[in-house]
């Protein structure tokens, strides 16, 4: 089974500062990578994914991704946020299996706070 | 373009009544899947439809909750007898399967039952 591991629950930040949330993952083979953001009052929004090829993704908003393979790794950074960024972060993964559900398994989510 | 829609927003209900929840998928969206976003246990992967092929009901937490989909598009999801630990953020979410396996899911708002 896998499972995804998002080691910051909540990180406060200070506007202009530099963001990276990390996001781990545990699967033998290959996936697909997904970063979700929620904003307060708002639903699941996709910031960026990962199929294949460049493992450094650029979403919206200025985020960006790096995928390391040997690390198992798929961390979100942002140079300098803003406090609309403020929001839960959620890091899902699934398996590009053919002829199934490719449900996401999900991080337990970062809480980021940016202050004016 | 129209995103995923569910209805109701809200729903609170007594401990031991049935509730039904409605997912109106993105038009041309063959994959439906429910998750379902509670305090304790984060996002879990419910249930998945693909066409009309049999839903994956790997998800489901109990004999109590049950889906259908009809004509393709339209979900409901059942939850009978519900239970306090049943209150949580229903959530839908719809893709476009190609023949490949990159595969992004479209969020809807989430119904959030409360069972009291």
């Known amino acids: 089974a896998q499972s995804v591991s998002q080691h910051n629950h909540h990180v406060i930040l200070s506007e202009a500062a530099s963001l990276e949330l990390g996001c781990n993952y545990s699967?033998?083979?290959?996936?697909?990578l997904f970063w979700y953001v929620q904003y307060p009052g708002q639903h699941l929004q996709l910031l960026l994914k990962y199929f294949s090829g460049d493992p450094l993704v650029k979403g919206i908003k200025g985020f960006e991704a790096e995928f390391i393979k040997s690390k198992f790794s798929f961390n979100l950074r942002k140079p300098s946020v803003q406090w609309s960024d403020t929001a839960e972060y959620f890091c899902a993964v699934n398996p590009p299996l053919r002829g199934s559900a490719r449900q996401l398994t999900f991080g337990s989510g970062t809480q980021l706070t940016v202050l004016p | 373009g129209a995103g995923v829609s569910q209805s109701p927003s809200n729903k609170v209900t007594e401990k031991g009544k049935d509730v039904e929840l409605r997912c109106d998928p993105i038009?041309?969206?063959?994959?439906l899947y429910w998750y379902r976003q509670s305090l304790g246990q984060g996002l879990e992967f419910l249930i998945y439809f693909q066409g009309n092929s049999a839903p994956d009901k790997s998800g489901l937490p109990s004999d109590r909750f049950s889906a259908e989909r009809t004509g393709g598009s339209v979900s409901t999801l059942t939850i009978q007898r519900t239970q306090q630990e049943d209150s949580a953020v229903y959530l839908c979410a719809s893709s476009r399967r190609t023949g490949g396996v990159q595969e992004t899911q479209y969020f809807g708002p989430g119904t959030r039952l409360l069972v009291l």
């Open positions: 038009s041309g969206h063959t994959a």
């Open positions: 699967y033998g083979g290959t996936v697909n």
